[in-house]
């Protein structure tokens, strides 16, 4: 398996336009009430990833922030894997928004 080209990335940005493309990894934060829930969106998160079998490296960056980012490690890039699970993560918090 090979990453995909900046060109392939970029095209499929159009299916999660939340996340932002930072070189070879796609991040997106999240703002929660306070720390208890930003902690509960973690867990949420992370039950969803072992579902999937794909993980995110996971950042809390404040007390009520936290930082998603996704590549595919064995790669060293991104596949497509990667977008298919950002966008379940976006119907997840859009589902716990009320969205």
Do not use: C
């Not at 969106?41 to 039950?47: K, S």
């Not at 922030?65 to 790669?75: C, G, K, N, P, Q």
């Amino acid at each position: 398996m090979t990453p995909l080209s900046a060109e392939q990335a970029n095209a499929w940005m159009a299916h999660v336009p939340d996340w932002t493309l930072d070189g070879e990894r796609l991040r997106r934060h999240f703002e929660l009430a306070d720390f208890r829930a930003a902690l509960a969106w973690t867990n949420r998160v992370g039950m969803l990833a072992e579902q999937e079998g794909h993980h995110p490296d996971f950042h809390i960056r404040s007390w009520n922030r936290v930082e998603l980012e996704l590549y595919t490690h064995a790669i060293g890039g991104l596949h497509a894997n990667d977008f298919v699970l950002a966008s379940k993560i976006d119907a997840l918090w859009n589902a716990r928004s009320g969205s």
